[in-house]
């Protein structure tokens, strides 16, 4: 099983599932405490902003049928913090989110 916890959230991946588990206030504050459980089969995309120096970056994931909103330019990691199916990763989460990243979009592409 991989792991990456990020700022507003955690990210199992099992080679199956992707589970994203809220806790603590800020998740109260955005999202709501709680664990979403998606399998693999139901992601249709992985999208990823890389996170800089000044600005946090995310990873969120695309489901058929969910509500996917388009963000105002210069606003996408304000706009995932309120995203079920997003997280927010600071440059010292980066590392561990790539590798499940990648993991995720090989089982997605298989």
């Known amino acids: 099983m991989m792991e990456a916890k990020g700022h507003n959230g955690t990210l199992e991946f099992n080679g199956n599932m992707v589970v994203i588990k809220r806790t603590g206030l800020l998740a109260k504050l955005s999202t709501g405490s709680g664990e979403k ?18 600005v946090n970056g995310f990873i969120s994931f695309t489901i058929p049928g969910g ?43 298989e």
């Open 37 to 54: 459980r998606i399998p693999v089969k139901h992601i249709s995309a992985v999208q990823w902003k890389e996170p800089g120096a000044v």
């Open 67 to 109: 509500n996917e909103q388009q963000s105002k330019f210069g606003s996408q990691t304000r706009s995932a913090i309120k995203d079920e199916n997003s997280i927010i990763i600071t440059r010292k989460h980066a590392a561990g989110f790539q590798e499940i990243r990648d993991a995720i979009e090989a089982a997605i592409s």
